[in-house]
């Protein structure tokens, strides 16, 4: 059975770290896009950061970028993203998810970030909460 299980969330304060992981299990996780989204109450789901199993190309959504940094490591099957200088406005419930449904290049992973194409998992999510 194929899974994307999450962990690594908490309750910081505005300027801190949190570092995300996402372990995939059942399925051919080198050959696949995998990225982070995160979606707040009342709103709508967001791509934050996305890379390609493949070529590890990454894209990263306006509202991260040069905050956060995604990473992948195929032998452990295992996806990161690394938050610094949290804000407020990143708290939300965040989810790890996989795709074939395009080339998994740099290519594929920017089209699951922009949710231009689906996903074939998707984990369970873990929260985030940056405090004041």
């Known amino acids: 059975e194929a899974r994307l299980v999450e962990s690594g969330g908490g309750l910081v304060q505005a300027g801190g770290s949190l570092r995300l992981t996402c372990t995939a299990s059942g399925f051919s996780f080198d050959y696949y896009a995998v990225g982070w989204f995160r979606q707040a109450p009342g709103k709508e789901r967001k791509g934050v950061a996305c890379?390609?199993?493949?070529?590890?190309?990454?894209f990263y959504s306006d509202a991260v970028t040069g905050r956060f940094t995604i990473s992948s490591d195929n032998a452990k099957k295992t996806m990161y993203l690394q938050m610094n200088d949290l804000k407020p406005e990143d708290t939300a419930h965040y989810y790890c998810a996989a795709s074939s449904h395009r080339l998994p290049t740099l290519y594929g992973a920017y089209q699951l970030c922009r949710q231009r194409s689906g996903y074939d998992y998707r984990g369970q999510g873990t929260q985030v909460t940056v405090d004041l």
């Open positions: 890379i390609s199993n493949v070529d590890n190309g990454t």
